[in-house]
């Protein structure tokens, strides 16, 4: 069964403190990896797509890294606006269309 | 930006009462999805729809939740006899694309089971 695993489950940064968020996954056959942003009461908004080992994609502060088992979000400078829970998810096929796997997340707060 | 909108954002009901859950997904959008997050867990997929019928439902879904697209333009989840671990935020979804990529969710409605 297709699994996705986040650490740390929280992470407690100061402005302009770079740092990484993981994302480890075991799927059956990888089609396709997601990060999401969830801020408090709203539904997951989505940041990024990997598809294949060595593929990278930015986007402000976040870059986010895909290897064969897993991925990272890393985080540079970041601002307090940055705040919030990142999520990563991967699809799991299921005829016309995929379902997405989530893990659980990393909240990250991102004091000025 | 165009949005997924989700009605009402909170509910509360009666165990046993049924409730629908109304999403209006993006308008060109062809591919729409339940999910739900109980407090402090994972989002967890529900239901995806296609070409007006459903492409694929989990566990969860059992014969207490059906969907429906009424017209072209709503997406609807009904609980028919709600239950307490029923309390959960749903998130509706939509995608131009089934891959699960890019999936556009609305804010989610808050449902309560007392």
């Known amino acids: 069964e297709d699994q996705v695993t986040q650490s740390p489950e929280a992470l407690r940064l100061q402005e302009g403190e770079s740092s990484s968020l993981n994302c480890s996954y075991t799927?059956?056959?990888?089609?396709?990896l997601f990060w999401y942003r969830q801020d408090p009461g709203k539904g997951p908004e989505f940041l990024f797509t990997?598809?294949?080992a060595g593929e990278e994609k930015e986007k402000e502060r976040l870059k986010a890294t895909l290897t064969k088992k897993e991925s990272f979000l890393h985080i540079t400078a970041p601002k307090p606006e940055d705040s919030a829970t990142y999520l990563c998810?991967?699809?799991?096929?299921?005829?016309?269309?995929?379902?997405?796997?989530f893990g659980t997340g990393t909240l990250l707060a991102v004091q000025p | 930006e165009p949005e997924v909108t989700q009605t009402p954002s909170h509910q509360v009901t009666q165990m046993g009462q049924e409730v629908i859950l109304r999403c209006v997904p993006i308008s060109n959008h062809l591919y729409f999805y339940w999910y739900r997050q109980i407090l402090g867990q994972k989002v967890e997929f529900l239901v995806s729809f296609y070409n007006n019928e459903i492409s694929e439902k989990s566990e969860i879904f059992d014969d207490q939740f059906s969907v429906e697209r009424p017209d072209g333009s709503n997406f609807t989840l009904k609980i028919r006899s709600t239950k307490l671990e029923d309390s959960a935020m749903y998130f509706c979804?939509?995608?131009?694309?089934?891959?699960?990529?890019?999936?556009?969710f609305g804010s989610g409605t808050q449902l309560s089971v007392l």
């Open positions: 998810a991967v699809p799991n096929y299921g005829g016309a269309t995929n379902k997405l796997i």
């Open positions: 979804a939509s995608s131009d694309s089934g891959t699960g990529e890019k999936l556009f």
């Open positions: 990997l598809y294949s």
């Open positions: 799927v059956s056959g990888l089609r396709g």
